[in-house]
């Protein structure tokens, strides 16, 4: 079986640095995604690790230890736009299907 | 268009209706997903097709009953539904059934009275 835990709910300030912790307990690890799913609208793929270490990609980097079970994505400046759910996904060897965690809302105040 | 096209957006259906869900995407993707997002809960995944076979089918109640005709379009066919049913339903796309990376329509927000 799978088990994804992120924080349910996180509020940062405009400016600021935030990070969205996420770990995971699963059978055949192969790969952990980000998305990013403003309200009303559709998720976006944020950001993909399957080997340990930090993947940056402007403003967002994600990080993975696979050894920990544990992954974070690192926003920084945030900006008001960045108010939204984040996803943290992990791809499992069978079947190659992806298992979401109950998403983390982050609300940027100015 | 370009993208992952879904339809309806809303909709709103007794128990005793039948509907479907439409999805259409001009990606030129080979693999199709549907998903249940409700409240206070995780993206369930529901269906998965591959070059238009079906290849995953997460324990869902027969209720809900898909149909891939080709790698473009995927259609989700609901009769007899029930209020616990009532979420928003997303369908996704990738390259393969082997990427990652999906692309979501915007989903159907579905209420069953």
């Known amino acids: 079986g799978q088990n994804i835990d992120q924080p349910t709910e996180m509020t940062a300030t405009e400016g600021a640095i935030v990070q969205i912790n996420c770990t995971y307990q699963?059978?055949?690890?192969?790969?952990l995604f980000w998305y990013q799913q403003h309200a009303g609208e559709a998720p976006t793929f944020l950001s993909y690790?399957?080997?340990?270490g930090l993947e940056e990609k402007g403003r967002f980097s994600s990080f993975l230890s696979r050894s920990k079970g544990y992954s974070y994505l690192l926003l920084k400046e945030l900006q008001m736009k960045d108010s939204a759910s984040y996803l943290c996904?992990?791809?499992?060897?069978?079947?190659?299907?992806?298992?979401f965690g109950g998403g983390t809302r982050l609300m940027v105040k100015p | 268009e370009t993208g992952v096209t879904q339809t309806p957006r809303h909709l709103v259906m007794g128990m005793t209706n039948k509907k479907s869900l439409k999805c259409e995407q001009h990606?030129?993707?080979?693999?199709m997903y549907w998903y249940k997002q409700s409240a206070k809960k995780p993206l369930e995944l529901m269906f998965v097709?591959?070059?238009?076979?079906?290849?995953e089918n997460n324990s869902v109640p027969s209720r809900f009953s898909p149909e891939c005709p080709n790698s473009s379009h995927l259609f989700l066919h609901l009769h007899t539904l029930q209020p616990e049913d009532s979420a928003l339903y997303l369908c996704?796309?990738?390259?393969?059934?082997?990427?990652?990376?999906?692309?979501f329509g915007e989903g159907s927000r579905l209420t069953v009275l």
């Open positions: 699963t059978s055949g690890f192969n790969g």
């Open positions: 990606l030129g993707h080979n693999a």
């Open positions: 996904a992990v791809r499992h060897n069978a079947g190659n299907m992806l298992t």
């Open positions: 097709y591959s070059l238009e076979e079906r290849v």
């Open positions: 690790n399957v080997l340990d």
């Open positions: 996704a796309s990738s390259q393969d059934k082997w990427t990652g990376e999906l692309f």
